[in-house]
């Protein structure tokens, strides 16, 4: 069965620290990858996605994830973080040709960011 | 457009009542499936549906139904809630047959079963 494994269950920066979530995922076929992002009391938000192409991915807020095939790997990355990217965040992935539009979860990743 | 919606936002049930999560979408997606967000836990998927009469099982099923007889609306029975059912509700759609799969989430219904 498909897993998505998120490395870091809370991670606590100051403002201007970079930042970087790991996500590695079991499915050896062609997936589809995504993060997820929940500020506190809301739901939650597409942050970025992969499907093909460039494996560097750029999403909303500044936010980059960068997909390794080799690694089954999809960080999430950002150069600099902001009292306001305190949220968790989530790692998503969808093998694609399987059932479509299920999503398998990683167990997310607190971000707080100390002003 | 008003997304994805859900009702009610906090419901607080005694274990053995029944009750019924709505869900309603309003961008035509064909498919439309129930999450549960449990602390350390992710989100796990309940149930889902491809389109109108269509509906099959996620990972946790167990103590919920669901039926599918728009494609506007996906609604979640609990029949006996118990206090392993407290979580936090969410009901996402998406196209069917893309290979996009991005998935709209709805604001979520925070359930208490005491």
């Known amino acids: 069965a498909q897993s998505v494994s998120q490395h870091n269950h809370h991670v606590i920066l100051s403002e201007a620290a970079s930042l970087e979530l790991g996500c590695n995922y079991s499915?050896?076929?062609?997936?589809?990858l995504f993060w997820y992002v929940q500020y506190p009391g809301q739901h939650l938000q597409l942050l970025l996605k992969?499907?093909?192409?460039?494996?560097l991915v750029k999403g909303i807020k500044g936010f980059e994830a960068e997909f390794i095939k080799s690694k089954f790997s999809f960080n999430l990355r950002k150069p600099s973080v902001q009292w306001s990217d305190t949220a968790e965040y989530f790692c998503a992935v969808n093998n694609y040709g399987g059932s479509q539009g299920n999503l398998i979860f990683g167990k997310g990743t607190k971000l707080s960011v100390k002003p | 457009n008003a997304g994805v919606t859900q009702t009610p936002k906090f419901q607080v049930l005694k274990t053995g009542q029944s009750m019924t999560l709505q869900c309603a979408q309003d961008m035509n997606h064909e498919y439309m499936s129930w999450y549960r967000q449990d602390p350390g836990m992710g989100l796990r998927l309940i149930h889902y549906s491809v389109g109108a009469g269509i509906t099959d099982q996620g990972e946790v099923p167990n103590g919920y139904n669901v039926s599918r007889s728009t494609t506007e609306d996906f609604p979640l029975r609990l029949l006996s809630a118990a206090p392993s059912q407290t979580s936090v509700y969410f009901c996402?759609?998406?196209?069917?047959?893309?290979?996009?799969?991005?998935?709209?989430f709805g604001p979520g219904t925070r359930l208490t079963v005491l």
């Open positions: 996402a759609s998406s196209y069917q047959g893309a290979p996009f799969n991005e998935q709209f």
């Open positions: 499915y050896g076929g062609t997936v589809n």
């Open positions: 992969y499907f093909s192409g460039d494996p």
